[in-house]
């Protein structure tokens, strides 16, 4: 299986979307900011932000944020709401979005069960949408 490019979260877009969605994040290392700054609580905004995004990097970023806080959802439900929003716009998206997806797919651990929550879904998101 060829991997996708690797793709990178921003500062630019660190520093917008920090700004735009109003979070609260300080420490000058961004090392895997778009995994810890999101809020499971805030989901909505997020998409909803997503959608009126038009730049490719923070849109990238953003969905880093939205996959994240979908994989914190507490309740069942709540995970499969958001999920099926997620998997949606990363179809309609998915050559920005096929590094986020190939990592999340977690190829690299043969058991399932040691990956994310959402990652039995991007990999059939990956199976379906990766042409090359």
């Known amino acids: 299986m060829k991997e996708p490019n690797l793709r990178f979260v921003t ?3 660190i520093e917008d979307l920090t ?3 109003n979070l609260q994040y300080t420490l000058s290392d961004y ?16 998409i909803n ?16 944020i939205i996959i994240q806080t979908t994989e914190d959802q507490t309740t069942e439900n709540d995970f499969l709401k958001y999920l099926k929003i997620v998997l ?13 997806v190939f990592y999340w797919s977690c190829f690299e651990n043969e058991n399932i069960e040691d990956c994310w929550k959402v990652s039995p879904f991007m990999r059939e998101l990956w ?4 042409i090359s």
């Open 19 to 21: 700004i735009n969605l």
């Open 88 to 100: 949606k716009l990363l179809k309609e998206n998915f050559r920005l979005h096929e590094y986020s």
């Open 49 to 64: 932000y997503y959608t009126t995004e038009v730049d490719e990097d923070n849109k990238f970023a953003l969905m880093e």
């Open 127 to 130: 199976q379906k949408c990766n």
């Open 31 to 46: 090392q895997d900011w778009e995994f810890i700054v999101g809020k499971s609580e805030d989901i909505e905004e997020y």
């Open 11 to 13: 500062r630019k877009a």
